[in-house]
């Protein structure tokens, strides 16, 4: 089961509506990642952060997507104007600091622009 | 740049049998980490194993072996004695040392055990 708690596990947008999602990263770990994952199986990162702190993000995460990662509350990603290329699943994982350290995932929040 | 390629979109093997699944890999490091994780139906994604580069002896855990041939830049991922619960997506990644921040998937092998 995963430790990664990811909230919703689903979300349905109409165009050019707001879209948030929540993770909860496993206990202890101060590294998250968001990826989204398209419909080719295809990861695509969008933001990391270390604790409270942006580490690298994207050009599309910059200008649509907003994130953060406060103290004592869950992370999250939003997506200020939905598009139907957003309709994807939004994988959240986290970690601890350091290059051998795995990515424990959440099972996702999968995604819908209509 | 960073690159994790599997050019095996898709395999079916009968159940109790052995499978490899390819992974190659770009980096300018010359210390890295591999990763192979799981993706089941429910899209839940499981880490599985990893095989850190400077180690020259293959990394097994349980069931799941790697064959590590670094000259090539390849990471295959072996599983023996199929089941049929091993049917899921197959992701590689990737983790340099000098950007821990940057994790880089490929895009999978989906692979289908029968009975």
């Known amino acids: 089961n995963s430790k990664v708690i990811q909230t919703p596990r689903y979300l349905v947008k109409g165009q050019g509506q707001k879209a948030k999602m929540r993770c909860i990263p496993e206990?202890?770990?101060?590294?998250v990642f968001w990826y989204q994952q398209n419909k080719n199986n295809e990861f695509k990162f969008l933001i990391n952060?270390?604790?409270?702190?942006?580490?690298?993000q994207i050009d599309m995460t910059e200008k649509r997507f907003s994130a953060e990662c406060p103290s004592n509350s869950p992370c999250s990603l939003e997506i200020q104007s939905s598009e139907a290329g957003d309709s994807a699943l939004y994988l959240c994982a986290s970690s601890l600091s350091g290059g051998a350290e795995t990515l424990y995932f959440g099972s996702g929040t999968r995604l819908t622009v209509l | 740049a960073q690159k994790v390629t599997q050019t095996q979109t898709s395999i079916s093997v009968v159940e109790k049998t052995t499978v490899t699944m390819d992974c190659v890999y770009e980096?300018?490091?010359?210390?890295?980490?591999l990763f192979w994780y799981k993706q089941t139906a429910s899209g839940e994604i499981v880490f599985l194993i990893r095989q850190d580069s400077y180690k020259k002896e293959n990394a097994t855990v349980g069931h799941y072996s790697l064959n590590f041939q670094k000259p090539k830049s390849s990471i295959g991922l072996i599983i023996t004695a199929t089941q049929i619960e091993d049917s899921a997506v197959y992701f590689c990644a990737m983790r340099e040392y000098s950007n821990t921040n940057k994790v880089v998937f490929g895009t999978g092998t989906r692979l289908q055990v029968l009975p």
């Open positions: 206990k202890g770990h101060p590294v």
């Open positions: 952060f270390q604790n409270q702190e942006v580490l690298q």
């Open positions: 980096t300018r490091d010359s210390s890295y980490f």
